[in-house]
Structures are given as C-alpha cells and as structure tokens.
C-alpha cells in the first residue's frame, strides 16, 4: 500500500516572482495543482509539512491527500523545482489522480545480502536504480527487492526477476529482459587477463617473424646455389 501523507493547500491571491518570493519568506512553498476534478489552481503549502512529505519512505512517489478550499484531492507529485544552490524546493506540482486508473511511477530498486557474491570475489554491478512501472496509485509499492544470496561471477537479475513484487494489475514500463543487476569479476582480474592475451599475441606475432626472416634467407641462399651453377 502506497504511503499517504495529508496536506493543506490554500490558494494563491497573487502570482510573480515577487510574490512567491515573500511567500517562502513565510515558510510557504507555492504550488499548483491541477488533473482529476480540479481546474489548474496556483496554491502554497506549508514548506516543513512538504519536506516531510517527500523525506516518507516513499519518496517522489508519495501520495498527498492535498485539501484545497474544503475539497480533498488524491495527489502525486508530478515535478519538482529546487533551488540550484540549497537544494530547498522552490515550486511544486501536484497532479490530481483517479485511484482506480494506472498511473506512472519510478520504483527504486534495493539489493539485499551483497555480501555473498563478495565472498566469492564477485562485485555488485547496480545498473538500473529505478524500474518504471504503471499501476494504480493506492498500490504504488516503495521499492523492489533482490536478494544476492548465492549469487557469483557471471550471475545476472533481470527486470523479469521483479515480477512476482508487481501489485495485482500494475505492469513494467521497460524490457522485461533488461538487465538490472550483474556480478562481475573483480577488474584487476580483467586487466591482467587482457594483458595476458595481449602477451600471447606478441609472442606469436613475434614467431611468425621469425619464420619468415628465416624463409627469406633460405630463398636467398637458394639463389645463390643457382648462380654459382
């Protein structure tokens, strides 16, 4: 079950740089809302209660019961804008939703007992953080889980592999045979593995020479034989 968080949102009088400016002077971080039963409304919400919001394990994907002007709306967080400095959020957009139709969402991908494939000189390779999905907003899960246990060198997890975590009716927005997870080899390995190839080949570029100064020596000395003939 999703995480939901609830929040007021009080409607803007004025807009403008100036505006939002005194505003989050006051502790208010402007917003709009806008989607399922609400025509877009410019809004501010409470900056402390929104950081909570998006600090729930939930993260982005969180849902806000946003009440604006006495009605609730079932909101997610549709964008974001943070100060390029601080980082602290500047404006918000909440997308009003209906809970029963499929809507997008990034899932974080979290590994579990990584050091079994480490015992066994493997390295955990996270290539996908995130797996895009689409599913109903009440269901969005907070995160997939792969478990490594018994897992080496050469191993490999897959979008596929995260089937059975889905919630009843949500699917994968991405290949089911991407990759997600590899054990590799550690690279020092790699490196002298190449460099012992690379060895190999010097050494029989190296005979081919030889056998061929050879042949052409004895090409020679065969047409010296025909001359003194």
Not at 2 to 12: E, L, S
Not at 18 to 42: E, F, W
Not at 125 to 135: G, S
């Amino acid at each position: 079950m999703a995480t939901q968080v609830k929040m007021q949102g009080a409607p803007r009088a004025e807009i403008g740089k100036g505006a939002t400016g005194r505003l989050r002077k006051t502790g208010r971080t402007p917003a709009i809302v806008y989607g399922r039963g609400i025509d877009p409304t410019t809004v501010h919400v409470d900056a402390l209660e929104l950081y909570h919001a998006l600090h729930t394990e939930a993260g982005l994907n969180v849902l806000v019961r946003l009440e604006v002007e006495g009605e609730e709306h079932l909101t997610i967080v549709r964008d974001i804008q943070r100060h390029p400095v601080r980082g602290d959020v500047q404006h918000v957009d909440f997308q009003a939703v209906d809970r029963n139709q499929l809507i997008p969402a990034e899932i974080p991908v979290h590994v579990q007992n990584e050091e079994s494939p480490r015992e066994t000189g493997g390295v955990v390779n996270l290539i996908l953080h995130t797996v895009p999905i689409h599913v109903t907003p009440l269901e969005v899960p907070s995160e997939f889980t792969l478990d490594l246990d018994g897992m080496t060198i050469g191993d490999v997890l897959r979008v596929e592999d995260l089937a059975s975590q889905l919630p009843e009716g949500a699917t994968f927005d991405i290949e089911e045979d991407r990759t997600v997870v590899t054990i590799n080899a550690p690279m020092a390995e790699i490196v002298e593995s190449v460099s012992e190839d690379e060895g190999e080949g010097a050494l029989a570029e190296g005979e081919e020479g030889a056998g061929a100064v050879g042949g052409e020596d004895a090409g020679d000395a065969a047409e010296g034989d025909a001359d003194e003939e």
